[in-house]
């Protein structure tokens, strides 16, 4: 794939045990061509956690990138007046991020960015991470994938005997998700069977 003529604003939010594969996959596609712009959620700039310290994966994934990112509500907004994105990632995406996305709800840079890049008819792709994706997050994910415009990176369970309602996306396939969501089509299949 190449994607080198590509601007691709990469949404992080707090699901901070993907964060790792994530910084992997920006790397990818960074190799890949793409101009990516990281996009972060509040919580994934702030939050220290057993997974890693805040400022230094932020700090990363900008060096990553080439890119300072965009860090606040007003830094998002003019991504729909300017429409300078061609695509939007939101991996991880929370349950919380995803529950407010469908509701319309722009209380983080991601989120506003999402509407704001969602204004121009642009595609949006979500890689879910959450441990009630089966329980009260399944119906957010529904409405998400009834909506036009966006795009599931293929999605799982994690650990269907001690978190049964859990499900992360496959994270790998975020390029091969983007390069069909360029052309107007959900990668299949987008519901996982085995474990991931």
Sequence with gaps: ???SNCNIGYGITGSFC?????RKEIQKL???GA????????NAQNCNTRFGNATEYVDGICAIAENEGIKTIPEAEPIGPNNFLDIMVIAPCTGNTAAKLCNGITDTPVLMAAKAHMRNGKPLVIAISTNDALGI?????????NMKNIYFVPFGQ???KSKPN?????MELIPDTIEMALKGKQIQP????EEI
Excluded: C, H
């Design 166 to 170: 859990s499900m992360i996306a496959q």
């Design 18 to 22: 993907t964060f790792a594969k994530a």
């Design 158 to 160: 994690d650990n269907y």
């Design 30 to 32: 960074k190799d890949m």
């Design 190 to 193: 987008v519901i996982l069977r």
């Design 1 to 3: 794939m190449d994607f």
């Design 35 to 42: 101009n990516i712009i990281p996009i972060f959620s509040f």
């Design 137 to 145: 997050g399944f119906q957010n994910i529904g409405k998400l994938m």
